[in-house]
Antibody, heavy 122, light 106 residues
C-alpha cells in the first residue's frame, strides 16, 4: 500500500520561502508509471493544483505560481519537495502531496498524503 | 485559465434518493474531466476520470456523463457514506477545480 507523508514548517513568515517534503513509502518514486503532485486547499475553500514532477526531474507548474515555484525529486530518499518563494497570507492553506496517474487514467490523483496546514504570518 | 462552475452549491438529499450534480466549463475541455469526493478532515478521493470512467474501487452507483462544457455526476442511491463535498476538475488545459457541491442529508 502506497503511503505519502508531508513534512515541513507549519508557520512561515511573509516574504520567506515555504518548503515542504513528501516522503513516499510502499512504492518507488522512480516508477515510470506515475507523476508526483502538490495540491493545496485554502481554508474552507476549493482545491488548487500547484504542480507535479516526474522521477526524471521534469516539472510542470501552475502558470499562476510558476514564477515563485520549484519542485524537485530525490529518488535516493524516495522523496519530492516543494519550494514556494515570497509567500503572503494568500498562500496559507493545507498542502497535500499525491501520486498522479498518467493520461490514460485522467492524470487522476489516486494516493494522497494526509495534508499539512501551512500558515503564513509574522 | 479554464473556470469550472459547479451547481448547486449545496444539495439536500435523503438517503436512498438520487443526486445529480452539475459542472460547467468556461470553454470546451473535451472529455478531460474528473470528479473527486472529499469528506471533512480527509484528502479528496478520485471517483471518475475521462468524464465517465469510474476509478478503481468506486461503486457503480457513481456515474459521470457529458463532454465539451457540460458535465454531470449522478449518485443513483445515496448511501450514508456519500454525504460529502464533490469537486469536478478539468485536465484539458493545465488543471482547475470547481468550487465544489456539498451533498447533505435532507
Amino acid at each position: 500500500q502506497v503511503q505519502l507523508q508531508e513534512s515541513g514548517p507549519g508557520l512561515v513568515k511573509p516574504s520567506q520561502t515555504l518548503s515542504l517534503t513528501c516522503t513516499v513509502s510502499g512504492g518507488s518514486i522512480s516508477s515510470g508509471d506515475y507523476y508526483w503532485s502538490w495540491i493545496r486547499q485554502h481554508p474552507g475553500k476549493g482545491l488548487e493544483w500547484i504542480g507535479y514532477i516526474y522521477y526524471s526531474g521534469s516539472t510542470y507548474y501552475n502558470p499562476s505560481l510558476k514564477s515563485r515555484l520549484s519542485i524537485s525529486v530525490d529518488t535516493s530518499k524516495n522523496q519530492f519537495s516543494l519550494n514556494l518563494r515570497s509567500v503572503t497570507a494568500a498562500d496559507t492553506a493545507v498542502y497535500y502531496c499525491a501520486r498522479q496517474l498518467g493520461y490514460s487514467y485522467g492524470y487522476g490523483l489516486d494516493y494522497w498524503g494526509q495534508g499539512t496546514l501551512v500558515t503564513v504570518s509574522s | 485559465e479554464i473556470v469550472m462552475t459547479q451547481s448547486p452549491a449545496t444539495l439536500s438529499v435523503s438517503p436512498g434518493e438520487r443526486a445529480t450534480l452539475s459542472c460547467r466549463a468556461s470553454q470546451s475541455v473535451s472529455s478531460n474531466l474528473a470528479w473527486y469526493q472529499q469528506k471533512p478532515g480527509q484528502a479528496p478521493r478520485l471517483l471518475i476520470y475521462g468524464a465517465s470512467t469510474r476509478a478503481t474501487g468506486i461503486p457503480a452507483r457513481f456515474s459521470g456523463s457529458g463532454s465539451g462544457t457540460e458535465f454531470t455526476l449522478t449518485i443513483s442511491s445515496l448511501q450514508s457514506e456519500d454525504f460529502a463535498v464533490y469537486y469536478c476538475q478539468q485536465y484539458n488545459n493545465w488543471r482547475t477545480f470547481g468550487q465544489g457541491t456539498k451533498v447533505e442529508v435532507k
